[in-house]
Each structure stands twice: as structure tokens, then as C-alpha cells.
RNA sequence: GGUGACAUAGCCAAGUGGUAAGGCAAGAGUCUGCAAAACUCUCAUUCCCCGGUUCAAAUCCGGGUGUCACCUCCA
């Protein structure tokens, strides 16, 4: 497969360390507050990846993290720490909090059909190897103790930068009003990799270490705890494009340092949800959350098709519209999925064909635009319904639109709609309630009478009832929608 | 100020040098008393702009412009 690889900013050949086997770590949430769906289109894109992965033949080992402690708001010693303030404003404990919300991601990641990895470990479970790694980057000579504080020194490096071509004068320190320059730092890029001292002084989780109690920086977890699971050689990193850097960035720099060897070759990088004015961001306040959606009557898995129909490395504009435009898209394959009559036998040379150019599109930097288009391509091919059936079932494991369930309850409902009435010809279907058969029937007499302000005031009343009348060819069928 | 990504119809988009896929929306038709549903058809002489290379450019090169992101915590 060919992915494009951000760390050489082109399209690469996908190689692994070990033929065969994928190591993989993506970057996980930060508990302290509900995801919103702009953080789950970066776990849906990488879910897409992994199931593709896999598809392709891959055994993966896949990875991610928990951020429960130490996530300042700012890398300059300032401010709080996410948790802490998550906890405060819900009058709950740090652990409590992170809980609630690491139940809240799953949650979430469930009803967007997104598998939950290997290997989850939240940063508060591993505070003795970050110490460990934290001893060997002082004894290797790249960090130093400043203020109370373990910075790491990226002096020590002959290249930091190694997503972009930064030069360290022109980067801008402290843009933001109220962002402080950290005084003790050597370097304007050194980062913290073990606080003792902050400038808050309820910090609610600490620990003990040969340099003070404290607890770890942000950066320190990702490469920790991705050299336990995934050992010394990673060969896929995944996260969001604001993560490139620093955090990224800063992750080579202690995974090498520390390894003396280099780690991760292969960067895969989701483009951000925009809204009409900008990234979709928690810091702003507010901001849709799965949940929303669904008391707004939307399916999770439409927004997954929405996500799907544009490409990781674009940035993807959120409005209701769009929203709109992608769930009749989504329901309409669904209805002609269900179309389909299940049963018989697979042509097995059409089912080839077609696997093959979805397996071409998906791997040329995961295609999944064309991926989506690959199911009407499908749809419209010159063969039986079972080897439709049998090519979408097989492109939705890597899709993950649940087509096929859906497609079977769709028909299943229909089925539900059994002949009820006929008389004079007029056949009345539907989900077997007498009295709604005969208000349908009330309205085909009005028609036949030509009094037509009556059957429609028919429909209008049944419509207020929730039930929908489809006229057919020789009757009229209804159901509960 | 620096760095990077992106720019194709109303919207989402494919396209990796050979003459603009697909989906949604829209319009027309069939059906219908009308509507809905379904089905059929239509819908970019042109790909942000200006140059260049080439028999041939949305695709390659140079120069602009615009949008977004990162340099603060964010996926």
C-alpha cells in the first residue's frame, strides 16, 4: 500500500519492520471532556487505516494512549492542567473525571463503529517506566534539571525539526497573550519532561522520583508507552495534524535519544473538521459531541459516511447542510443495499474484479472517497445480487457502515408490511394494525369519489401519526417511520 | 514574521501527461387526482490566476493569489 508519509512529505511505498506485522500507535484522548466529533474524525480516519491494514493482510498491533495526568494547557510551565480543571469545574475527583470521560470516548467510538485497539494504556499506569526513561535521557546527556523541572535539551540534536523546516529564530514564543516564556529553559524548543514545580500548586496527582515529587510531561507518555507495547521499532504513528508539532516533533526527539536508533519511520497525519470559521476546537467553548448528534435524530454512522466521502488529508468543512447532504446519501445506499435479494452463488471472477480496484483505491493513501464510490460502482455492475451482496459485506469491513445489518433490518421492516385488505381490486399493505387499514382505505374510497380534500386531509392525519403511505401500483402500502 | 497543507460544478469529491469518475442537491420525463417513493435522462469546452515545458497539462516547472493549520493545550 502507498501512504503519504509526513515525515518526507510524499507518498511511500508502506514498509514494516517486520514483514507482515504492523506496530501502530495513535495518539489518545485527553480525558478531561467529551470528545467532539471534529477529535473522532482523526479515530475514525485511523480506524479506516487499521481495518485496512488488516484487510490488506497486516496483522496489526495498534496502540493508544490515555491522557489522564500532567496535559498542561501550555508546554511554558503555565497555566492548568486539563484534568485538574476538568475536575474542578464537575466537582469530581482527577481519577473520577478521567474515568467518566475515558468511558465517554469508548462510548462514542462504539456507535461510530470504531474498534477499540490492542492495547489501551492510560498515562497514570506507567509512571515508573517514565521515570525509567526519563533517568536514561539525563545519563545519555540530553536533559538537564532547571527550576525544579527535567527539561530535554534539543540543542543536543542535529535535527529537530523534522516535519518542517523551522528555524528556531523565527518561531514565535508566547504568541498568545498570557502564554509566559518558561526562563529556564536552555533552549526556545526544550520541553518539559518531569515537573516537580508548577505554577499551580493543587496539582492533584503526583509522584515521587529522584528529582522531587512531581509528575510527568505530556510528551513522555506517547513515547513510553509505545516503546512497552510496540518495542523499540514503530512503524506507524497516526495522530492529528496540530500533534506534528510539537508533540510529535518531541516524541522522535526522546524515543532516539533515548534509543540510539532511529524509531518511527512512517508519520500518518488527519487533517482537522473546520467549521465556517476555523478548526473545531474545544478551547472555544462550544462544540458537537456524538451524543448531540443523535438527540438532533442523526445516525453516528452518517457522520462516519461524511467523514468517509472526503479524504484524511483534507481538511473537511462541517455545516448541517453537509451533515444533510451526506445522511440522504447514506440512507439511500442503505434502501438500495436492501434492494438486493440475499442468497445464491458468488460469481467468483466478478467478485475479483471488483475486490481488486477497491483494494487499489484504499491503498493508494487510503482512498476513501473512491472506497465509498467503489459500493455504487458495485451497485451498478452486470451481476447477481449475491455477489453485490458478498463485495459489499467485504468492502464494509474496512468502510465499517454496518451496510449489511443495516440493509437486513431495512428489509426486515419491509417484510413487517403484509397484505392486510383487498377489496375491488385495491390492495392496502402494511405493518398489520386494522385501524389504520381502514383509514387507508377510507382514503382510497375518497379518491375513487374524486373528493380529493379528503384523502389528502387522510394522509395529512396518518402522517401526524407518524405512518407513511406509499402508493403503489395497485394499492397503497404504509409504515411507521 | 516563520513553516506546512490545500485550491476541480450549488455542496462533498475522483483524477499522479492523453483530452473532466462517483455521490448529494437541482431540473426534465415515466407513474400519480396531486404529492411522496421508485425508475430514466440532463447537469464543468473546463479544473484559483499568470507565464513556461510538451504533439498533448487539472496533472510537470516558475511566479503570484486565496483558504486553513502549526509555531500555546487541542485530533
Known amino acids: ?18 514483514p507482515g506485522r504492523v506496530e501502530m500507535y495513535t495518539c489518545g484522548p485527553t480525558v478531561y471532556h467529551f470528545a467532539h466529533i471534529g477529535n473522532l474524525r482523526s479515530y475514525i480516519m485511523e480506524d479506516v487505516l487499521e481495518k485496512y491494514l488488516r484487510y490488506a493482510g497486516y496483522e496489526v498491533n495498534r496502540v493508544m494512549n490515555i491522557t489522564d495526568v500532567g496535559h498542561l494547557t501550555s508546554d511554558a510551565d503555565e497555566g492548568e492542567d486539563k484534568m485538574l480543571k476538568g475536575a474542578r469545574r464537575e466537582h469530581k475527583t482527577v481519577m473520577e473525571i478521567a474515568q467518566y470521560y475515558t468511558d465517554a470516548f469508548f462510548a462514542d467510538c462504539k456507535k461510530l463503529n470504531i474498534k477499540t485497539p490492542d492495547v489501551v494504556q492510560p498515562a497514570t499506569g506507567l509512571i515508573p517506566e517514565f521515570i525509567q526513561m526519563v533517568s536514561g535521557l539525563l545519563d545519555k546527556g540530553y536533559a538537564y534539571l532547571a527550576g525544579g523541572n527535567v527539561y530535554f535539551d534539543t540543542s543536543k540534536l542535529e535535527r529537530y525539526y523534522v516535519f518542517n523546516d523551522h528555524d528556531e529564530e523565527d518561531l514565535a514564543v508566547g504568541v498568545r497573550e498570557g502564554v509566559e ?76 535519544s533515548y534509543l540510539g536508533h532511529p524509531w518511527c519511520p512512517q508519520w500518518f497525519h488527519v487533517a482537522h473538521l473546520n467549521t465556517n470559521d476555523g478548526k473545531m476546537s474545544k478551547s472555544k467553548g462550544e462544540f458537537l459531541t456524538v451524543s448531540l448528534l443523535e438527540e438532533k435524530g442523526y445516525d453516528p454512522l452518517a457522520y ?30 442503505i434502501a438500495r443495499i436492501a434492494g438486493l435479494k440475499p442468497g445464491g452463488d458468488v460469481d467468483q471472477a466478478v467478485f475479483e474484479q471488483y475486490q481488486a480496484k477497491f483494494n487499489q483505491v484504499m491503498g493508494n493513501d487510503l482512498n476513501t472517497s473512491m472506497g465509498v464510490t467503489a459500493l455504487f460502482d458495485v451497485l451498478k455492475a452486470k451481476t447477481d445480487d449475491a455477489t453485490k451482496l458478498a463485495l459489499i459485506g467485504d468492502f464494509d469491513r474496512v468502510l465499517g457502515l454496518e451496510l449489511l445489518k443495516k440493509a437486513a433490518a431495512k428489509r426486515e421492516e419491509n417484510a413487517k408490511a403484509q397484505t392486510a385488505k383487498t377489496e375491488g381490486g385495491y390492495t392496502v399493505t402494511g405493518e398489520g394494525d386494522p385501524a389504520i387499514d381502514a383509514l387507508v382505505m377510507q382514503r382510497y374510497e375518497a379518491k375513487k369519489a374524486k373528493n380529493f380534500a379528503e384523502a389528502d386531509r387522510i394522509r395529512d392525519e396518518l402522517k401526524a401519526q407518524g405512518v407513511e403511505i406509499v402508493d403503489t401500483k395497485d394499492g397503497a402500502s404504509w409504515k411507521r417511520v
Open 1 to 18: 500500500m502507498y501512504l503519504y508519509n509526513s515525515a518526507t512529505h510524499k507518498k511511500e511505498e508502506f514498509q514494516t519492520h517486520t
Open 304 to 333: 462516519r459516511y461524511f467523514c468517509l466521502q472526503s479524504h484524511y488529508r483534507k481538511a473537511l468543512v462541517f455545516t448541517w447542510e453537509n451533515l444533510d447532504n451526506a445522511v440522504a446519501a447514506y440512507q439511500k445506499l
Open 181 to 256: 516564556e518558561d526562563t529556564n529553559k536552555r533552549n526556545k524548543n526544550d520541553f518539559v519532561l518531569w515537573f516537580t514545580k508548577s505554577k499551580f500548586e493543587d496539582q492533584a496527582l503526583k509522584w515521587d522520583s529522584p528529582w522531587g515529587v512531581g509528575y510527568p510531561g505530556w510528551h513522555i507518555e506517547c513515547s513510553c508507552i509505545s516503546l512497552k507495547y510496540n518495542g523499540e521499532y514503530l512503524d506507524l504513528h497516526c495522530g492529528g495534524v496540530d500533534n506534528a508539532f510539537p508533540h510529535h516533533t518531541n516524541e522522535i526527539a526522546q524515543s532516539e
